[in-house]
């Protein structure tokens, strides 16, 4: 399970506006929301980088 489900499970599980350590629950799927989109970002750029390799190896 990665840290985004992790914390969206957190976020589900709690009863009130907080969940077992007293974290909001607001700010847990805000910070679920950034650590997708910065995984989205991270493998783009990933997918860019091997894209460019390739390139540069056929350029050669």
């Given amino acids: 399970m990665s840290i985004v489900e992790q914390l969206e499970a957190q976020a589900q599980a709690g009863h009130a506006d907080t969940d077992l350590v007293g ?21 783009q750029l990933r997918a860019s980088t091997k894209v460019r390799l390739f390139c540069e190896g056929i350029a050669k």
């Fill in 23 to 43: 974290v909001p629950v607001s700010m847990i799927r805000t910070i679920a929301t950034r650590l997708r989109e910065g995984e989205a970002a991270a493998a």
